[in-house]
């Protein structure tokens, strides 16, 4: 029989307390020095060896850890750097968060995680040049801990497809015959030093791939393959299925391949399709690296067994790094007793991946544990659902808009906000001191509606049409509804990087989700008990409320959407019951969740969709839906748009200069848009004349009576002081297109 072995991917960098958050941001802000940034990564990076090697893995990674982020070090690995960053004083950080004068790559979302990627920017001036000192270095240092690492490296297929042209014509795919030389030195260099083993990630080949980028696959690694002196390779794939490219890897001269078998199951059919990996090591990814929920150690232990006989050696590991998962389980103190035995961190899956591996060696038998499979059913939630059906549809958009019109009375040109205002200190502190309990509830509830009423006044004496009450008593979208849903839970030290030293704590929705009491019913009817204009109602979607937590995995997303918005279409049913008469549901990451593959993003846009519908198809006519997104490209899911149902959809657009209306209208897209006409992003106030302008590229594109006007996105982040100046003159800019078109 095999001896199976383990591994893992990769795993989280941040340390228990965010340790690396506090030391990078102080020597930022020139409070320690370089130095010491530096003794604290390297005691964190010591820290997860010591537990990796302690915990029982067999084989442990390094190089994982990264001071901002991976792709961005292997920017500096491959001497990436672009030219403007030279003079910088800290090359490193000026990539990642610019410089004087000297704008940041930018950022974007590492796959379909919430984790971001600095984007690599290549171009026909690109000059690669090695620079191998930190996977050596990192390498040196676990050996002198007694820890023989396997380096892990972003692979050169990859690193060139992740990155963007720095002219129009240029496909950075030209540039990876190069790139690969410079990663062959790499190994080679890596092998001198004794490595024995590297990990070559290879994410993107999850998602669609061209038959020139599969020939460069082939290309890359018979080459890398093919090093007369070289570590073993082992070529990383996951966060789905990998398609054609199985085919090209298992004839490649590598050692080993990695292949996510809890996001894509299939790959087991495709391995099995193709006569195994005769020859080669699996390691094979059947512990959810990007989820909390424990292994079901049967359902492992199968699909181990089923793999046993499609490789030479098999190794047990997570689906991909760590990195997108907290740290330990065992910081929480406050969890619901019957949620705990559910869930896994990091460190608790490295445990899995071990004891996964001494089951299939015969050293250990793994007993189920019941608590470990319990579910969190709500037979209520699910009896109205099945009654529910998909609701019954809204009257025909037309229909409604002269009902609505004709109740809401707005003018052509109507103005508003995305809904938060500036969160100013005091409103913070606020928060921070009820949950402190140094406040009560009603000397809370009445600094809050002290903030509603200053934000109701200064949006009436700027003159705005459709109010709000600016959100003070949210500290965020989602985590605000999921702290008050039923099925949710939050936790106290869950930290996982978003980017560089942003780290979020995302709620587990755990079981099925219902809604004990009204929202934000309290808020909304006491704004608009101070304001004779319309007050619009705020909620986050049912995608987003998804996207930006961990979700049970024991039913199809699409399920759980549906329970999110049966919670959602209580709560607009109690904001119109108490006189609200629009209500926007902000669906931000409707793109983010998209699926890698093309072939899988139908079905995903119908529940995506359908859910929206759900939550908000049961108002009265005269009720105005309005959704946002924060971007403008919309892409494939530009046809979605419409299918929301939703009244006015307000997008960003300062940035992109309106050129999104007519790629909507083009669409089929008909109802109400509000492209943004200032991008809140920065502190720049928008003239006046640069917003009417704005405002009539809109007005030839669209109907003035469908054309809202508001800022990009929602202005919790902004100041007062931009605030008030920028609201004035998009308001001015208002009347005076909405007088020219009159
Ligand atoms: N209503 C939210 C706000 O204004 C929307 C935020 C978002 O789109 N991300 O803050
Ligand atoms: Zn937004």
Redesign the pocket.
């Known amino acids: 029989m095999n001896q199976v072995t383990t591994t893992i991917l990769g795993y989280p960098r941040i340390g228990a307390h965010r340790e690396l958050k506090r030391a990078t941001e102080q020597y930022w802000a020139g409070r320690i020095d370089a130095g010491s940034l530096r003794q604290t990564a390297a005691e964190l990076r010591r820290q997860t060896w010591r537990e990796l090697s302690s915990a029982g893995l067999d084989a442990v990674p390094s190089n994982t850890f990264s001071l901002y982020d991976h792709v961005l070090d292997t920017i500096a690995l491959v001497g990436a750097t672009p030219e403007r960053f030279a003079g910088a004083a800290d090359p490193y950080f000026a990539m990642a968060r610019g410089a004087e004068g000297v704008a940041p790559l930018e950022m974007t979302k590492w796959f379909d995680t919430n984790y971001h990627y600095l984007v690599p920017e290549l171009g026909p001036e690109t000059r690669f040049q090695l620079d191998w000192s930190k996977p050596l270095a990192e390498y040196g240092e676990a050996l002198q801990m007694g820890i023989e690492t396997r380096p892990v490296l972003l692979g050169p297929l990859s690193f060139v497809l992740l990155a963007k042209a720095t002219t129009p014509d240029f496909a950075p795919l030209q540039l990876l015959d190069g790139l690969v030389e410079l990663y062959a030195e790499l190994l080679e260099r890596l092998a001198a030093a004794g490595v024995a083993q590297v990990q070559l990630d290879e994410p993107v080949l999850a998602a669609d791939r061209t038959q020139e980028e599969l020939a460069a696959l082939r290309r890359a690694y018979a080459r890398l393959g093919s090093l007369s002196s070289r570590p073993r390779l082992l070529v990383a794939t996951y966060f789905g299925q990998i398609g054609p490219a199985l085919e090209i890897l298992a004839h490649c001269p590598v050692e080993a391949i990695g292949l996510d078998f809890v996001s894509s199951p299939a790959n087991l059919e495709a391995l099995a399709a193709i006569g195994g990996l005769p020859g080669k090591t699996l390691v094979a990814g059947v512990v959810d690296g990007r989820n909390v929920w424990r292994t079901d150690p049967a359902r492992a232990l199968a699909t181990c067994a089923a793999l046993l006989g499609l490789c030479d050696r098999l190794v047990v590991s997570t689906s991909c790094s760590l990195l997108h998962v907290p740290l330990d389980l065992r910081a929480e103190t406050s969890l619901e007793p019957r949620l705990r035995p559910r869930l896994a961190f990091a460190r608790q899956k490295v445990d899995e991946v071990v004891r996964l591996g001494r089951a299939l060696n015969g050293e250990e038998t793994i007993t189920a544990d019941s608590g470990a499979t319990e579910r969190f059913l709500n037979p209520r939630v699910r009896a109205r659902l099945d009654a529910l059906g998909q609701g019954t549809p809204r009257a025909p958009h037309a229909e409604r808009l002269a009902i609505q019109h004709a109740g809401l009375v707005l003018p052509p040109l109507a103005t508003t ?4 205002f500036p969160q100013t200190g005091e409103v913070r502190q606020a928060r921070a001191d009820l949950r402190a309990g140094s406040l009560d509830q009603a000397a809370y509830e009445r600094r809050m509606e002290a903030e509603i009423d200053r934000v109701i006044e200064l949006q009436e004496d700027i003159g705005l049409d459709v109010l ?1 009450h600016g ?1 003070p008593e ?1 500290n965020d ?1 989602v985590q605000y509804f999921a702290e008050q849903l039923d099925g949710y839970a939050a936790t106290e030290h869950g930290w996982v990087q978003s980017y560089g030293t942003r780290y979020v704590r995302p709620p587990i929705l755990f079981g099925d989700v219902s809604r004990p009491e009204p929202m934000t019913v309290r808020w909304a009817a006491y704004a608009q008990s101070r304001t004779n204009k319309p007050v619009k109602g ?1 909620l ?1 979607g049912p995608v ?1 409320m998804l996207a930006w937590s961990f979700v049970r995995d024991d039913q199809p997303l699409g399920d759980t959407a549906r329970q999110v918005a049966l919670a959602l279409r209580d709560e607009i049913h109690d904001l119109e019951a108490a006189g609200i008469r629009i209500i ?1 549901v ?1 669906e ?1 990451a409707l793109r983010e969740l998209l699926p890698l593959r093309r072939a899988d993003r139908e079905a995903y846009l119908a529940w995506a969709v359908a859910a929206f519908r759900l939550a908000t198809s049961g108002v009265a006519d005269s009720t105005q839906i309005h959704t ?3 971007y403008s490209e919309f892409g494939e899911i530009i046809g979605a748009i419409g299918d929301l149902d939703a009244d006015v959809t307000s997008v960003e657009a300062a940035r992109s200069k309106m050129e999104l209306l007519g790629d909507l209208r083009a669409s089929g897209y008909s109802r109400g848009i509000g492209p943004g006409v200032w991008d809140i992003h920065s502190p720049r106030v928008p003239s006046t004349e640069e917003i009417e302008n704005a405002l009539r590229t809109a007005v030839a594109a669209v109907d003035p009576a469908l054309l809202w006007v508001n800022p990009d ?4 982040t902004r100041g007062y002081l931009e605030t008030e100046a920028s609201l004035r003159n998009m308001v001015q800019a208002a009347l005076r297109v909405r007088r020219e078109t009159a």
């Open positions: 906000t995305i809904g938060s709000v959100e949210r979208m705020m986050t987003t926007q902000d931000p946002h997104m924060c996105c929602g202005l919790k």
